[in-house]
Every structure is written in C-alpha cells, then in structure tokens.
C-alpha cells in the first residue's frame, strides 16, 4: 500500500519478461486493497468523487495521458477512461511487447484515433490496396472528403514503397497478411523507406493478434487491432486497439479517442481481459487447426480451385510469412478461378458446420462469400474469380475437415 492506495505488485518485472501465455495468463491481476483478482472489477463511473477541491485533477492533456499504466492514476472521468479500461491496455500492449496502448471501441475507431493523430487536411496517407473494407470505406468517405489525399499501393511491394510515397505522406498504412487474399508484406523493408521518408508506420496486425507476428520489431510505429476478433471474439464484445512504444505518439491517439467522443464500456473491457487469458492457447489450437484444413484440402487435388493462405508454398510472400511469423492464422480463402458467385456457393451450401457469418474470432467457424479483388483499385488478386473466406474456429479440426472436404466433393469440385 501507497497513501492508502493500492499499487501493483512488485513481481509484475516477472511477468513482463515471460513468455507471451504467461503474460497474458496473469497480465489482467488487479490490486484490491492488499489482495489481487486475476480479472479487474468492472468499474462503471461517469462522475468520479475526490476527497477535496485540491485533489482534482485538471481535464487536461497530461490528466488524460497519466491513464492506463497505473491501476488508478489519471481515473478522472469515466468516459474518457476507467481502471477497467487501463487494465485492458497495459494487457493489449504488454501482449504486443509495447509499453502503450489506446483502447477504442471497435477496430475501425481505433484506426481512426490514429489516423487523425496522425495526419491532417492537405497532408497524404499510402495504403496497401488488400487493407480490409472498413478502412477502406473510411478513407475514400471520409478521410478524402476532409481534404486528405489517399495513395493506394500494390501489396508485395516492399522497399518499392519509395515511389509512392510524397512529400506531404505522414502515414503508411500496411495490413500483413491482406484481407481475403493474405499477401505478406516485408515490413521491414516497408518501415526503412517510410522512415527514411519521414512518415510513420501503422499495421494491422489483427491476423495474428500479437502472437504469430510482433510488427513493432519490424518497425511498425502504431499496431491496430481488432479485439473484437481473436483478442475477445468468444465475449462477444466489440473493442479495438492501437498499441505503440512512442509516449507522444501514445499520448496523441488517446487524445484523439477523447476528443471524438470514443468512450468504451467498462463491462467490455472486462470481458476482453478475460477472454485475453486463454489468448495463446486458443491461437495454439487453431494453429494445429489451420495447418490440418490447409493439408487436406490441398491433397484434393482440386483443379481450378485456390488455397490462399500465406503458410501455403507458392502463395504470396509465403517466404517472408516463413521468415517472420511463428504461426498460421486461423483464416484462409478458396477462390473457383474464373467461377462466379454461384460456383463458390454451391461449395458455401454444402457446409454444415463452418457457419455463415461475420465478425470472425469468436468459438464457431465461420464463412463467408466474396470476390477476389474487389474494392481494389492499383493491383490485381492472386487469383480471380468468386471466393469463400473462411475461419476455423474451436471445434474439433477433424470435424471441420470432414465437413470441408465433403462440401467440396458434393460441389462436384474434386477431380474437376
């Protein structure tokens, strides 16, 4: 105790410096007086009460920035921040092995904090042309109407991001591996020429959660994620999160949050805390998963049908994922070459356990249609053609293959 106030433990040096299941195992304990939970309360409060007027803390930039690395520290107002919401960040950055993290309510809010943080009317921001819709649909709508340039480029394209980027670029936006067709990008590469040219790194590094991938240690400055996917898919709670090394950077996306009003719910950040726990040994097993669907849809020997998943040899960038990530991402593509919407969901209908639907992350697998290259507007897919994305979920991985693998065959896809 401290003033009469809870501090941390003295012990959480060990954590820090485990391993990424055990930091994650105990990252959420919270001190409770002079005994610890291993979750933190749910605390809801939007008028918070001070013992006198010379304790108050000023609704000012540095109150703000005091919050989230001390269980108590800077806890002002509710809607700009709680302990619970604190524990959740020093939990998500820890993940990241980074030392800040802003906690917005959905992915796409905490790309925007970073985004606005970031760059500003008459300034530009490249783009990897396989980054997912939702980012996608808040550049062109609303990013370019307020008078920021967009820069679309192929991905794949490494150091050559040289050529793309302006004078007034202030943000290079990367998604490792892309939506629905999972190109791996040479982050390192990227990050040398965006630094050189004095802009910042941001990745979406959603597809491994942190743990198959860490992008700060191939020079990412700001690290997006969904947690609304693999993070605390199974709370079924939506929260996003941006995690960076830089205190000032830190400091002006959670400005940022405050400023847009991007207040989140202390019940939710409890549940991600919770669901964080089991985080490395859901993304183990659906590694074991992954691999085995890959292997046996492969051994079909189906013509004319795609695997896209960057694990698989031949796949774009498969030699970088090889070289820089430790784990297969629980979400693939096949794509009918050339087929149509129909061709894909005569495969879609034969599945029985692979469920349609969106918002990935969570216990049950999932698919979903789409088009290879839709939306994109420098750069042509892998493949073309009608798709199914698919993600594998918790269930048995010889479950899911047989319900696959049958879905093909009944497709009248096997041997065609």
């Excluded at 796409?108 to 904090?113: D, E, M, N, T, V």
């Excluded at 794509?335 to 599945?351: F, M, N, Q, T, W």
Aim: aromatic share 6%; charged share 20%.
């Amino acid at each position: 105790m401290s003033g009469g106030r809870p501090t941390r433990p003295a012990d959480d040096g060990a954590v820090a410096r485990a391993r990424p299941a055990t930091v994650l195992a105990q990252g959420a304990r919270f001190p409770l007086g002079p005994v610890e939970t291993p979750v933190p309360p749910v605390t809801e409060a939007t008028t918070v009460l001070f013992r006198d007027l010379d304790a108050m803390a000023p609704v000012d930039r540095d109150s703000l920035a005091r919050q989230g690395h001390d269980p108590f520290a800077g806890f002002y107002y509710g809607a700009v921040g709680t302990p619970s919401s604190g524990a959740l960040a020093r939990m998500v950055a820890a993940a990241n092995g980074l030392a800040h993290a802003v906690i917005a309510p959905a992915g796409l809010s905490a790309f925007i904090a970073a985004l606005w943080a970031s760059v500003k009317p008459g300034e530009r921001v490249a783009v990897t042309d396989a980054v997912t819709y939702s980012l996608r649909w808040h550049l062109d709508r609303r990013a370019a109407a307020a008078g920021i340039g967009i820069d679309y480029f192929p991905p794949g394209i490494g150091a050559g991001i040289r050529d793309v980027l302006r004078p007034e670029t202030r943000l290079v936006c990367v998604e490792t591996p892309g939506a629905f067709t999972f190109e791996a990008e040479d982050l390192t590469a990227v990050a040398g020429a965006t630094h050189a040219a004095g802009a910042r790194l941001l990745v979406d590094d959603t597809w491994s959660a942190g743990l198959h991938y860490r992008p700060a240690d191939h020079g990412a400055d700001l690290v997006l994620q969904s947690l609304a996917k693999l993070h605390a898919g199974v709370a079924g709670v939506s929260l996003g999160a941006i995690s960076t090394g830089d205190r000032a950077l830190y400091e002006d996306v959670l400005e940022e949050t405050a400023l847009q009003g991007m207040a989140v719910s202390a019940d939710a950040t409890q549940k991600a805390a919770v669901a964080m726990q089991t985080l490395a040994v859901r993304l183990a097993a659906q590694d074991r998963t992954i691999r085995r669907l890959l292997a046996a849809v492969a051994a079909l020997g189906v013509a004319g049908l795609r695997l896209l998943h960057p694990a698989m040899p031949g796949h774009p960038g498969h030699e970088i994922w090889a070289r820089d990530f430790t784990g297969a991402g629980s979400l693939f593509s096949l794509v009918v070459e050339g087929g149509s919407p129909a061709d894909a969901a005569a495969i879609g209908r034969g599945l029985s356990l692979f469920r349609p639907g969106y918002g990935w992350g969570g216990a049950v697998s999932l698919v979903s249609p789409f088009l290879a290259g839709d939306g994109r507007t420098v750069s042509r897919p892998p493949v073309e053609g009608a798709g199914l994305r698919f993600y594998a979920g918790l269930e048995d991985a010889e479950d899911l293959v047989e319900d696959l693998c049958d879905a093909i065959c009944r497709a009248g896809r096997a041997g065609a």
